[in-house]
């Protein structure tokens, strides 16, 4: 079987797999008809999930943030991996995303009265081949931040990083970094990270930014090589200066910027500490594969 989804909702109480075509979920669905809904994508290599708890802790605060109403996740992991190999059998490097949404009730703002079970849906795919962008880096356009104030839950709303990315494709970049009230937040799915007078910056945590998996990892291993480091917001005044700059994300990794707005990054190559950064993930990996 190939191009299989997992869905469990008001017409498949118990859950199934089933093929792609045929799926169903109801248009009175609060994922549908509000955004109602949050989500999470996992990486794995071979059958193997990768920061699998790190992944599912940001999932139980985004339900909690947003009240919807899900404590049983023991069967995420299991399914994952079936997933995996029902639909992309062979492949070595898969994501798999995960949405979760309020459930189908008739439409109206409040939450249901009484409450309905969660909708979910699960599906996998190869990781894009992002070995060009780790190799050679990438351009970036910078853009006005225009989402709600609560980045910090990964919700599937994701109008204005839909056309956000888009201008950049227009403009023949890679990615938006957005910029909000004169300081770079973050990527339309991606972390911001610059090097700036030898320090490597990325914005703090909160309300503003989601708490990327692959950026917790990364401050982990800058801490532990000694890699002067702040999570401290860098001024979109300051991108001509920056050393060095790069993204994090699940399916980049670790991936250098070479280009911002048009205007190289230093001399337009990946930096030593970017390329440092790319070797320490990739013992990361290995020590989780074993």
Sequence with gaps: MSDVVYLRNERYADGVFIAREAAAVSPDDRGFVFADGVYEVVRAYG???FL???????LRRSLDEARIA???LDWVEPTMIELIDRSLPGVDEAVVYLQITR?????SHPFPDPSVPPSLYLSAAAVPDVT???ADGLSVITTEDLRWARCDIKAIGLMANVLAIQIARERGAREAVLVRDGYVTEGTHTTFFGVLDGVVRTHPLNQRILAGITRGGVLEDCRAAGIAVREEPIAASD???LEEAFLTA???EVAP???IDDRPVADGRPGPLTRRLQGLWRERVARALG
């Design 70 to 72: 899900l404590t049983d």
């Design 250 to 252: 699940t399916s980049y």
């Design 239 to 241: 991108l001509p200066r």
């Design 103 to 107: 459930g189908t009730a008739p439409r």
């Design 52 to 58: 699998f708890e790190e992944h599912m802790a940001r």
């Design 47 to 49: 059958a193997r999930l």
């Design 257 to 259: 910027i070479v280009r």
């Design 132 to 134: 060009a962008a780790r």
